[in-house]
């Protein structure tokens, strides 16, 4: 069984720019999170989806941060423009509901300069 | 709101030595899980268990729901055992996933 596909890996870039990240979650998995890992801390969730429906983005930063799940499968988000402090790693995860177990995919890592 | 508080905060270990991870949490449980995270950032899935006991080869893990607290064993330590472990939680009638800060363990040949 495939995992959670994400990319890019690594990005980087400067200040103001934009950048989106991509998460496909396990097949069938009806629950997307979408995580940030400061380096040193544990993940914080910024969003969970339900198919195509948003459960909790409460720590989600609106004013920079979107993210979409079109179609209940895979996922985006973005960050314009971004900041120093966006620097961490991006994770998306999947279950096959919203009490089960989480899987994660191998995050992106993101640098802004 | 709810509460992850994971210790201690580090471990350090020879290589064979057994150690004992807790992890106490703040309410009814809906969803409890460990993860290793390796030295790449890959967090990898142990256990998911919001309650009872569960073994996988040199680990096990056990969730006492009623006294609000889960304990991860590690036996007989490797070096590839070294990392952050995360307990990670869901309770009441909240269904987010909250992480504790971790444990980071390591384990000197």
């Known amino acids: 069984e495939a995992g959670v596909a994400q990319s890019p890996r690594y990005k980087i870039i400067e200040k103001r720019q934009s950048v989106a990240f991509w998460c496909n979650p396990i097949?069938?998995?009806?629950?997307l999170y979408w995580y940030q890992q400061i380096l040193g801390q544990g993940p914080k969730l910024l969003i969970q989806?339900?198919?195509?429906?948003?459960?909790?983005d409460s720590q989600l930063p609106k004013d920079r941060f979107s993210a979409e799940r079109l179609k209940g499968v895979d996922s985006t988000l973005k960050i314009q423009p971004a900041k120093l402090e966006d620097s961490a790693v991006y994770l998306c995860?999947?279950?096959?509901?919203?009490?089960?177990?989480?899987?994660f995919g191998e995050g992106s890592r993101l640098t802004v300069l | 709101g709810i509460q992850v508080e994971q210790s201690p905060p580090d471990l350090i270990l020879q290589e064979g030595a057994n150690s004992t991870l807790r992890c106490n949490f703040s309410?009814?449980?809906?969803?409890l899980q460990w993860f290793h995270q390796n030295p790449w950032g890959q967090l990898i899935n142990l256990f998911y268990?919001?309650?009872g006991t569960k073994q996988n080869g040199r680990l096990s893990a056990t969730t006492v729901a009623t006294e609000r607290y889960s304990l991860l064993y590690i036996s007989s330590s490797q070096t590839t055992d070294s990392g952050v472990y995360f307990c990670?939680?869901?309770?009441?009638?909240?269904?987010?996933?909250?992480f504790g800060k971790g444990t980071l363990l390591t384990v000197n040949p």
């Open positions: 989806f339900q198919n195509n429906g948003v459960v909790d």
């Open positions: 995860a999947s279950s096959w509901r919203n009490t089960g177990e989480l899987f």
């Open positions: 268990i919001p309650s």
């Open positions: 990670a939680f869901s309770g009441g009638s909240n269904y987010k996933l909250t």
């Open positions: 097949s069938g998995h009806a629950t």
């Open positions: 309410d009814s449980v809906n969803n």
